[in-house]
């Protein structure tokens, strides 16, 4: 039985009246592709912020990586990755610069930093490319370098929030064998998404209405309880129960 990297019973977030995220309560495994899914307004980026360690919850439990989301959110900063669509990368500094950088965040120590520099380099093909300012590159090869820095020091869990929106339907497929990877070397990976295709290639998927979970389930079995063809239908049908939007 593979381990949990991530519990959730009851997690809540208040903000003044309002609800954000009203007693989630979820377990994700290692290895495990999980996709978390919502409406603009759902509460699941509120949620992903709590698990991170950078928004302190109202009530309820929850550990991400062995760590408690009240008392050791610096821990869990340590031991996860991060990638956003909004900001990963920082555009005038070189591929070489930005990999230092990131990896000197996570914590890696020089001569450790220096060879995963290389070998991360080396493997996404970026060689003769490495000593160039990260604008140059294409969208695509931006999300693929962002999701590599994230998992530089091989944390027990990545969050990707929306990582391939603006993308190209190719560089959306490579960039979910690169996510198939990581999962297959025992990363947790959980991701928020907008397009429902995506939604098929996780292991299981929850969807948040109104701050609460309102289906979890594999893509496979969602299609089956709400009679849908695809995870589009499944989450049309779940998201015109919304009564809240941003």
Same mark, same amino acid.
């Given at each position: ?29 290692? @290895?495990? !592709?999980? +996709? ?7 509460? /699941?980026?509120? $949620?992903?912020?709590?698990?991170? &360690? %950078? ?47 990131? @990896?000197? !965040?996570? +914590? ?7 060879? /995963?520099?290389? $070998?991360?380099?080396?493997?996404? &093909? %970026? ?120």
């Amino acid at each position: 039985m593979k381990e949990t990297v991530i519990a959730t019973d009851k997690l809540t977030k208040r903000f003044g009246n309002f609800t954000a995220v009203d007693a989630i309560t979820f377990e994700v495994a290692q @290895g495990e !592709i999980f +996709g978390f899914l919502g409406a603009n307004g759902a509460g /699941k980026t509120t $949620a992903m912020r709590m698990l991170c &360690g %950078l928004l302190h919850p109202t009530s309820g439990q929850a550990e991400v990586a062995g760590f408690d989301v009240f008392r050791q959110r610096e821990k869990i900063k340590q031991n996860i990755g991060y990638m956003s669509q909004k900001f990963s990368l920082y555009e005038d500094l070189t591929i070489r610069e930005n990999i230092r950088l990131y @990896g000197g !965040i996570y +914590g890696l120590k020089n001569g450790e930093l220096q060879s /995963k520099s290389n $070998a991360l380099i080396h493997r996404l &093909g %970026l060689e003769s490319e490495a000593d160039k300012l990260v604008r140059s590159l294409p969208l695509g090869w931006k999300q693929k370098l962002s999701f590599s820095v994230a998992i530089l020091h091989e944390p027990k869990i990545v969050f990707l929030d929306e990582p391939t929106g603006g993308v190209d339907p190719v560089t959306r497929r490579q960039f979910w064998d690169m996510i198939y990877e990581t999962a297959d070397s025992g990363i947790t990976v959980f991701v928020t998404t907008h397009y429902m295709d995506e939604a098929e290639y996780c292991n299981r998927v929850s969807i948040m209405v109104d701050g609460r979970i309102d289906a979890l389930d594999s893509p496979t079995e969602l299609k089956k309880t709400f009679h849908a063809d695809s995870m589009d239908e499944v989450f049309v049908q779940l998201a015109r129960k919304a009564q809240r939007s941003e």
